[in-house]
């Protein structure tokens, strides 16, 4: 039986931030959890060729917000922002949502992004090239972009073999139970003619420093009594 903790859920309120804000009551969160996970599904399958690793969806009364992180921004904005305004179109007849905002943030090394080198390793194997190879060569490049360590982990039945197995690549320290530690992860899935594999990729950017929150500055009180201290 896994004990495995998510590296994000593990952190959320550290250094980690959700991917869903938004407040419902216990009747209506049901459906919007479902809405989320629909224009979620939607989005990565609309721009499956803009690198998208991460989608974050607000919501505030009757407006939805939705930022999406690319490593290319160019193919989601289209000429003149023409791909946008079919996205809010296309998201409001989902939805029912009349205010459709849409922020585009351009991820600067996708070569480190763990969602990102998943995908990358996943297509590969589709186009058939050893996974073996594209192992090497994602563990290679994120070492050589900055990151301080990167673990890849592929399940499935690797090189059309009849009997599915796992392999595993590490270099650099991968800390998961450390805290402050900054570990992304990414999970996606390769459709090879033999069947799915899965491709898990865990990223060690460094260690992450928590803010100490500042304590609120108190007024003097003028009646109180001074306070004597002992010698």
């Not at 079919?86 to 992004?113: F, H, Q, S, W």
């Not at 595993?168 to 069947?195: M, Q, W």
């Amino acid at each position: 039986m896994g004990q495995k903790t998510h590296p994000f859920g593990f952190r959320l309120a550290i250094h980690k931030d959700w991917r869903s804000k938004w407040y419902a009551s216990s009747k209506d969160a049901p459906a919007l959890i479902e809405q989320d996970y629909k224009i979620r599904k939607f989005l990565k399958e609309k721009l499956k060729s803009a690198a998208i690793p991460k989608i974050i969806i607000e919501r505030a009364a009757s407006r939805l917000r939705v930022t999406l992180y690319t490593a290319r921004p160019g193919i989601v904005i289209g000429r003149k922002g023409t791909e946008l305004d079919k996205l809010k179109e296309e998201i409001a007849a989902l939805t029912g949502n009349k205010e459709i905002y849409i922020d585009v943030v351009e991820v600067k090394n996708p070569e480190v992004d763990a969602q990102l080198v998943a995908e990358n390793v996943a297509l590969q194997m589709e186009r058939r090239i050893s996974f073996k190879r594209a192992m090497k060569k994602a563990v290679q490049t994120a070492m050589d972009f900055g990151a301080q360590g990167i673990k890849i982990r592929c399940a499935g039945r690797l090189g059309g073999s009849e009997i599915a197995r796992s392999e595993k690549y590490h270099e650099g320290k991968v800390p998961l139970h450390t805290l402050r530690s900054d570990i992304d992860y990414g999970f996606a899935e390769s459709n090879t003619a033999a069947g799915k594999i899965g491709v898990k990729v865990w990223v060690c950017r460094g260690l992450k420093e928590r803010k100490a929150p500042v304590p609120p500055k108190r007024k003097p009180n003028k009646d109180a009594e001074p306070e004597i201290v002992a010698p």
